[in-house]
Structure formats: C-alpha cells, structure tokens
C-alpha cells in the first residue's frame, strides 16, 4: 500500500492550497482518514479527519478555514486551505486507517509554505 501526497507549495498569505492523498495499492475497508502536520522543530499534530461516514473533525485554529473531504471510489482524501496563515506552515501528512484489524498507513508529506 502507498499513500501518494500532492499540492503543497509556496502561497502568500490569505492565500489557498488544496491538497490530495491517494492510496494504492491492496486497500480496502478504509475507515478514517485524516491529515497531520509537522512544523520545525514542533510535534506532529492533527489537523482534520473524516470517517468512513462523513463525519468530520478540525484542530480549532483550521476550523472556518480548512475543509477536509474523500472519495471513496478513488481512495483518496483531500485538504482544502483558505485564508492560510503563515503559522500553518509545515510538512503536511494524511494518514488512512484500512483493513479489518486496522492499520495505519502514512504518506511521504508534502511542504506547505505560507509567507508573503
């Protein structure tokens, strides 16, 4: 299985990026996905997810400007950024939790750089 993260890059201030995760691979009962990030020198943390459902959950300080979404039949997961602040810069990573015992997978990350 691999996780393939696209859309990261440079953006100014107020500005927008959508991100996009798409498993391979043998996949298959995904339960929830979900998008991380990692700035210098700070932990990891959570940054939205979404269950197999539809149901949704944002850090607060993305809440109003993120919006997290999939799709089932492309095994894929999506991270649209507005109004990005230079605070959310940082390595951006999805992660998907498949299969009948759970698992966890993580892709590679992907670089968001917001400065003006």
């Known amino acids: 299985v691999q996780l393939q993260a696209f859309g990261g890059g440079l953006v100014q201030p107020g500005g927008s990026l959508r991100l996009s995760c798409a498993a391979s691979g043998s996949i298959f009962s995904i339960s929830a996905m979900g998008w991380y990030r990692q700035a210098p020198g700070k932990q990891r943390e959570l940054v939205a997810t979404?269950?197999?459902?539809?149901?949704?959950f944002y850090k607060d300080s993305v809440k109003g400007r993120f919006t997290i979404s999939r799709d089932n039949a492309k095994n894929t997961v999506y991270l649209q950024m507005n109004s990005l602040k230079p605070e959310d810069t940082a390595v951006y990573y999805c992660?998907?939790?498949?299969?009948?015992?759970?698992?966890?997978?993580w892709g590679q990350g992907t670089l968001v750089t917001v400065s003006s």
């Open positions: 992660r998907i939790v498949a299969g009948t015992t759970p698992v966890n997978y």
């Open positions: 979404i269950s197999s459902g539809g149901s949704t």
